[in-house]
């Protein structure tokens, strides 16, 4: 008998708007050349992208090959030591918060469905998320649930920065269970990629839903990495389909 469900968060439970996610680009550029400058250090663009690159590689090195996160202080820190920038623990630490509340003014948004799907789950099974973060950390995530009316819902969330892993390490899923106080055979994941919410919540012993709502899979995907995982396009579909696990 099913008992609990967890969430990705990223396209599965929210998903960016091309506008919001320009505006918090736009706002991180303009915040990190003043900082810049404000250290007698006015680096031009390219500098400052080739600098991005450089972090972002690693950071999706780390989540791929590792299955670990780096933190935005984390990312941070690698692009200031690339453009070889001084700084105290404390202005690194203040530059970090910055970059991840901006999404709080530039938020994303539920996916359709998911506002009046998640409370119908809630009161059957324990919900709980486990999301590999980016920029934008989980204290702010946290946050933008809250604002929506959807944190109360969920009894946990496994935060990839908080924890220092990232799916589809099996030790984020068991930690989301034991909140949950559910055993894997009686728990599902719902995510939209398979090489991590499918992989990791199989590697963890339980089952798993696809979620192509947002990410988009060709047949021959679904047929050779998604074989044998149920799919479902239509949040508002998840109850229905949860029902034949």
């Known amino acids: 008998m099913l008992k609990a469900i967890t969430f990705d968060f990223w396209m599965t439970l929210y998903r960016d708007t091309k506008t919001a996610l320009e505006k918090r680009k736009r706002a991180r550029r303009r915040l990190m050349a003043e900082f810049l400058l404000g250290r007698g ?3 031009s663009a390219s500098e400052r ?3 991005w690159d450089h972090a972002n590689a690693l950071f999706d090195e780390w989540w791929q090959r590792h299955h670990r996160s780096l933190t935005t202080e984390q990312r941070l820190r690698v692009v200031l030591d690339r453009l070889k920038i001084r700084h105290t623990p404390r202005e690194l630490r203040r530059l970090s918060e910055a970059y991840g509340d901006f999404s709080r003014i530039a938020p994303p948004r539920p996916i359709g469905g998911v506002r009046e799907t998640i409370p119908l789950l809630a009161e059957r099974y324990r919900l709980a998320i486990i ?3 980016g920029i934008t950390p ?4 946290r946050r933008i649930l809250e604002q929506d009316g959807l944190l109360p819902y969920f009894r946990h969330c496994v935060f990839s920065d908080e924890v220092g892993r990232t799916k ?3 030790d984020n899923f068991h930690l989301a269970l034991r909140k949950l ?3 894997p ?3 599902v994941h719902v995510g939209d990629l398979i090489r991590t919410d499918i992989r990791g919540a199989q590697g963890a012993g339980m089952h798993a839903l696809l979620f192509t709502g947002i990410t988009k899979y060709s047949r021959r995907e679904l047929q050779s990495e998604g074989r044998g995982v149920p799919v479902v396009s239509d949040f508002r579909k998840i109850p229905e389909v949860l029902k034949n696990l």
């Open 41 to 43: 250090q006015p680096l």
């Open 49 to 51: 992208r080739r600098a």
């Open 131 to 133: 999301c590999d973060t």
């Open 138 to 141: 989980g204290r702010v995530l």
């Open 168 to 170: 589809p390490h099996i």
């Open 181 to 183: 106080r559910a055993h």
């Open 185 to 187: 055979e009686e728990s």
